[in-house]
Each structure stands twice: as C-alpha cells, then as structure tokens.
C-alpha cells in the first residue's frame, strides 16, 4: 500500500509540479546567449536601485548589532546630528539637515505619521519612498506647510476607512517603504531647537491611533543577506536579492510584459534564480549582460557629465520616470534617495570647467558673481564627496560643506561676490574661511537647493562653472 501511495504521489506531482519546472527549463534551454545577455542587462538596469535600496534598508532596520542599525521596523529614529564620514551606508549624504528615519513594514496595518507646528522659518520635509525608489510622496515645508498634522501611510492592500483627524492618506506601491526627515540645522548652535522639532515627529500604527485591538502580526521574514556595494557591481547573485525584494512589490501593469521576458532568465516575483543550473554559455552571458549595464551607465554619466542630463531627471514619482529605467539606476549609483526636483535640486561637478575629472591636488574657484547665489526658498549647499566611495571627506576642519547659513563667515569679494576654493591644501589662512577641502585624489561635489526658486527650476539660473586655478 506505502508503495501504492508514493507512485499515487509521483503520479500527482509529474501533472502538476514537473511540467512547470520543464516548461522553465526548456525556456532556458531555448534562450540563446545573445538574449540572455540583453535580458540580463536590462533587468540589471531595473533591479540596482531595488537591491541596492534593500541594503541599505537591511543595514537599518534587519542587521540588530550591526554598525549602521537605527531599529525595528515602524519605529521612528531621531538623529540629532548631521551625517560625517563615518556614515558609510548611503552614498552622497547631505550633512545640512540632521536625519530621521522611519522603516515602514505596512503588511498588517497602515501607520499614522504624526507631525508638529514648525516654525515658519525652518524648512522641514519627509520623503516616501517606496522600494522601487520611487518619491511617492511629501510632508513638509513645501508640500504641505509648517502645520500640525497627522498622515495616514498605508500599503497596497489596505481597504480600511480613513478615520477622523487624519489630513491625507498616503499610499505606498509596497510593502516596505522608507520615510526620510530632514530637519533644517541654521548651525551648530541650533541642535537644541532641532532636537525640539523631532521630539514632536511620532508614528504610530492605525489601532494605537484610533485606540482599537492592535492587528495580527505579519508573517516573520527570514530577509535575505544583502551583498555590499562591490558584489553588488558583478556577482549573479544579484538576481536572488532582486527575485527576494520584488516578492514584497506587486508588478505594475504597466511591466508585466518585461518581467515575463526576465522570467525567461529567472529573474522575476516568484522567480527562482539559480546561476548553478545555468550552462556555462548562458551563465556568461548574464555575467556579460551585468558588465553592458554598467558601460551603460558610463556613457549616460558622460551625458551627465556635459550638462545634457541632471538629478532633476532622475528622481521623482512612477509617472514622471515612466520607464527611464536608466535614470532611476544613475540617481541610485551617484545619490540615492535624491528629492525630486519641486522639493530640491542637485548641481553636481564630475569634471572642471575644461571638462577634465576633478583631483584635489588640482586647485578650483567657485565665484558666486553679485545677486548670483543659488536661488532656494529654503536654503543651498556645496558639499565635497570622495570617489569612488561617494561618501563625506574627514579633514582637519572637519568641514564637509560651504551652505548659505555660513554667508555671514565668508569673505566677499571686492565686487561683492563670493569665491570659494576647492583643493585638498590650504589656500592660506587669509583664504580658509571660504575654503572646501578635497581629498587630493579624485572627488566630486553636489550643490544642493532646497525648495529651489523658479529661475533654478526653469534653468535661467545656472550653476557657475568649476574653474582650475592658473
């Protein structure tokens, strides 16, 4: 009878699990390499910003004891401080703002993001973004004023009523999402005023606001192991963490028909990646389709690089990238969690004036002319990063940026204008109050505008160019 069972059982499982795992092998079998390799490349292109994201978020919110956790999911961090080179998990950190963090799991409830009446004059914001990287959403200064407030942030399958209090529900594409606080710092002097304003900051999950039975827990995750930021660049291995974080990120109508080409190499919701059954010529082929992604990215950097593209084409809601799955991968590689451009823009400097990489052995002025200075309703910075790592600069100054709260310590020019300097000696100590160090080897820098004023949005103000000095 035991016997009689077990053929009963090969019997059920050849109808209904066999031709399954066939139908994936023979359209494996059937790829040739040249296909797998345009697939790999281009679910590379769209998956980067997803797995890098997660390694980040798992730095945070999973890894208990690791150097860069801030705590469990939906529980509000306060950094009362700006970023230093010692923050080593996001790449381009802004140290203008001390940071606070919520990671939101959203499977069992919504939450209620509470904030407090800021003062006029202080710029504050909070950033969703979802796990595709996409900016969802806007609470702050900008989009919704400096008043109290409370906002419903709810995931995709939630089908609740909105309760009394609540000003706007927020909702996230995902399962998992990332709020982001920024909390102007007018100087070292205000932290005490900062740490004012993030002590009104709560969140909160929808029962706990309305006083009702809390729900029933999700389901334990056992999340993944991400792989830091140099695997990331070349193992296969990436696929699993992408076929991993899309299982919590339903497929937008709009990309069923590309994530049914990715399946064909296994990458995909549901999807099981497995570069260990792959033929050696397909499994080259992926391995060559993750290296034309990156030379991808390089001549995109190059438009970059010439002014023909910028950060304000890179970050934004779903509907404003609308497939420039490029964009979102160079806006992950070179500043992740970038503001869309109504709530900030980035001028960047890669290259010098003569178009030639920037090496703080080199010395550079940066002139503000008179009535020139970044035009922003809330403020501006200039702040140096080392390459390749994109991280903060340490130096004896222990300063990391030249922003608009410093205008009153920087010399001005005979004309009124400001000159700023830009290498890794000093310029002099007649000099060192406008002085930006560099690492001597390669760096780049990000302006930053915050609540950027029309002329900056329209383009009819520009950035001044990065001179080398004769």
């Known amino acids: 009878m035991r016997n009689v069972l077990i053929g009963i059982a090969i019997m059920l499982l050849g109808v209904s699990v066999f031709p399954a795992a066939q139908a994936a092998d023979a359209a494996t079998a059937a790829l040739t390499p040249a296909e797998a390799r345009s697939i790999a490349k281009d679910a590379y292109i769209y998956g980067f ?57 959203l499977r069992a409830e919504p939450l209620v993001i509470t904030v ?67 909390t102007q710092l007018f100087g070292p002097d205000d932290i005490e005023n900062v740490k004012k304003v993030q002590a009104g900051y709560k969140v909160q999950t929808l029962s706990s606001f309305t006083g009702q039975p809390a729900h029933a827990a999700a389901p334990a995750i056992d999340f993944i192991k991400p792989l830091t930021v140099e695997q990331e660049r070349s193992s296969l291995d990436f696929f699993k963490v992408l076929n991993f ?52 990215f390089k001549l995109h950097k190059e438009e970059i690089d010439a002014g023909k593209s910028s950060s304000a084409d890179a970050f934004g809601t779903r509907a404003y990238l609308n497939g420039r799955y490029m964009d979102r991968m160079s806006a992950a590689v070179l500043g992740i969690y970038g503001n869309s451009k109504a709530e900030a823009i980035y001028p960047a400097y890669f290259v010098d004036a003569k178009k030639q990489p920037l090496k703080g052995s080199n010395r550079y002025t940066l002139r503000f002319a008179p009535g020139q200075l970044p035009p922003a309703n809330a403020f501006w910075s200039l702040t140096m990063y080392e390459l390749p790592a994109s991280l903060l600069h340490a130096n004896a100054l222990n300063r990391y940026l030249i922003n608009s709260a410093m205008l009153p ?62």
């Open 116 to 182: 407090p009446a800021v003062d006029k004059k202080r710029y504050y914001s909070l950033q969703f973004i979802d796990a595709y990287t996409f900016n969802f959403a806007y609470v702050g200064s900008r989009a919704t004023g400096n008043d109290a407030g409370n906002y419903l942030l709810a995931g995709p399958d939630w089908k609740g009523k909105t309760p009394p209090g609540i000003k706007k529900v927020i909702r996230s594409e995902t399962s998992f999402a990332f709020v982001l606080y920024r």
């Open 245 to 296: 974080v899309l299982t919590q990120s339903p497929t937008h109508p709009s990309e069923r028909a590309m994530m049914a080409r990715f399946a064909k190499i296994g990458v995909g919701p549901g999807q099981s990646f497995n570069p260990d059954v792959l033929s050696p010529e397909i499994r080259k082929a992926v391995s060559d389709g993750i290296a034309d992604a990156w030379s991808a």
């Open 409 to 470: 310590s920087l010399k001005k020019d005979a004309d009124g204008g400001i000159t700023l300097y830009v290498q890794a000696e000093s310029p002099g100590a007649d000099k060192e109050s406008n002085w930006l160090p560099a690492p001597k080897e390669a760096f780049f820098m990000a302006m930053r505008l915050y609540w950027p004023k029309p002329d900056a949005l329209s383009g009819k103000w520009k950035a001044p160019p990065l001179q080398p000095a004769s």
């Open 49 to 105: 910003p997803l797995v890098d994201s997660y390694r980040i978020q798992y730095s945070y919110f999973v890894e208990r004891g690791g150097k860069e956790f801030k705590a469990d999911w939906n529980t509000l961090v306060n950094n009362a401080r700006v970023y230093t080179p010692e923050d080593k998990s996001i790449q381009t950190p802004n140290s203008d703002t001390p940071y606070s963090y919520v990671g939101a799991d």
